[in-house]
């Protein structure tokens, strides 16, 4: 509609103002345990291995519920899908709290992992779905609580982290129980039109060749992402409050160009360039990491430039998913982020399993090489991109395919 650019996307009706603020708390998930992840390690006498297996397992069970979260949400309804969703998030961050060995809080973010696959699924379909101002003003609104939480998780697990290594769960859980209480109160969920999604659907989805390139980049850019995020912590070599305002420079880093950079980018440049662009200066920077990995202040430098760098990719990456095929975007969403969160939940055992056998900057290095990985499955799989470039999405019903659309 021609009359939404002139809504502002911030009058927004309570029930998006619940999605949304509940969304910011699931994604402070995702940064939440890297200033503790050394508290940890001490505290339940862990290596790094086991203990970057917290997001391992985070990771391998979202991934794998994507598969089947839209399948779920289109029989139960999208406001019963968020609620169970964020009714996990909360017992088993508690029982990661309450945990007392590293295995057992390893399992319990598996859980977690459950409950965030089937939030986060769900929560853009709800907020695009219940705004005002059109699709295109709901994204960015969801783009924006996407980039509050990762920006703001570290810090908060920094500063809870101080305390105890158990305070950023206990933290989440008052959070997300408060997310709850929200979604339960203001969500309206007893008229939504349910269209039953088959089970087969995603992996349907990945047979087709634009979905199929784009997730196999993803899953090779993913590792370079959550090498930088989940192993940087201990080559930092600081201690809680440190790392945590570290990853928030760099979770406000990412969020600044995800929501307003990348658009004056794609403005210029094709999806498939900005890709080939930005994918080389991410490895530069992943290497560079590993040259200065003894220097803090100069790994403190490539992590933030690399939250810059890695914010510009997941719009573009996000909304070249969006327009590849004509599935609905639910479909090419789960199918995508299975793959994509493989790569992540591999990394990070990975990146410390090579630092015990070799030296701190090989994980970097190995980063790296996932990257370029990337970039060339991109160079190679460009003819069946073709879409993603040849097609600017309107303002009508393929708005909604657009992350950050065209305000400025």
């Known amino acids: 509609m021609s009359g ?12 998006v103002w619940a999605v949304a603020f509940a969304c910011v708390i699931a994604f402070m998930g995702i940064g939440l345990v890297d200033p503790i992840l050394p508290a940890i390690a001490k505290s339940l006498k862990a290596s790094p291995v086991e203990t970057e297996l917290l997001f391992t397992s985070y990771l391998v069970v979202t991934g794998l519920a994507m598969l089947i979260t839209s399948w779920i949400s289109s029989r139960i309804g999208t406001k019963a899908t968020l609620l169970i969703g964020l009714g996990l998030i909360v017992v088993f ?3 990661c709290a309450l945990s007392g060995s590293v295995d057992a809080v390893i399992g319990f973010r598996a ?7 089937l939030f986060i699924s769900t929560a853009l379909a709800t907020i695009v779905g219940a705004a005002s101002g059109g699709s295109s003003a709901a994204i960015i609104l969801y783009e924006a609580a996407l980039g509050l939480g990762i920006a703001i998780g570290p810090l908060l697990g920094g500063i809870l982290g101080e305390i105890s290594w158990r305070g950023p769960f206990f933290g989440v859980v008052v959070l997300m129980a408060v997310g709850f209480v929200a979604v339960l109160t203001l969500l309206r969920g007893g008229d939504e039109k349910r269209t039953p999604v088959k089970l087969s659907a995603p ?4 047979t087709q060749p634009a ?5 196999i980049a993803a899953l090779f850019y993913n590792i370079g992402f959550f090498v930088l995020l989940a192993y940087s912590p201990f080559p930092l070599g600081f201690g809680a409050m440190g790392i945590g305002l570290t990853f928030f420079g760099w979770g406000v880093a990412l969020a600044i160009t995800s929501v307003w950079i990348a658009p004056i980018l794609l403005r210029r440049l094709s999806r498939s360039t900005a890709m080939l662009l930005i994918l080389p200066l991410l490895a530069i920077d992943l290497l560079v990491a590993a040259v200065v990995v003894g220097t803090p202040a100069g790994l403190v430098v490539c992590i933030i430039v690399g939250g810059l760098l890695l914010g510009l990719m997941n719009t573009i990456l996000t909304e070249s998913v969006m327009e590849a095929t004509d599935l609905p975007r639910s ?7 299975a793959v994509r969160f493989l790569g992540g939940a591999a990394a990070p055992p990975i990146a410390a399993a090579l630092a015990a056998a070799f030296t701190p900057s090989v994980p970097f290095v190995f980063a790296a090489i996932s990257v370029l990985v990337s970039a060339a499955t991109i160079l190679i799989g460009r003819r069946a991109l073709a879409r993603i470039d040849g097609h600017e999405a309107d303002a009508g019903e393929e708005a909604a395919a657009v992350l950050v ?3 400025a």
């Open 203 to 206: 992996f349907t989805a990945l």
């Open 405 to 407: 659309g065209d305000a």
């Open 111 to 117: 859980g977690w992992g459950l409950g965030n696959a």
């Open 4 to 15: 939404s650019a002139t809504v502002s996307i911030w009058r927004q009706p309570p029930q």
């Open 331 to 337: 479909v090419a969403s789960s199918a995508y982020s």
């Open 211 to 215: 979905l199929a390139v784009l997730a």
């Open 93 to 95: 961050g508690l029982l």
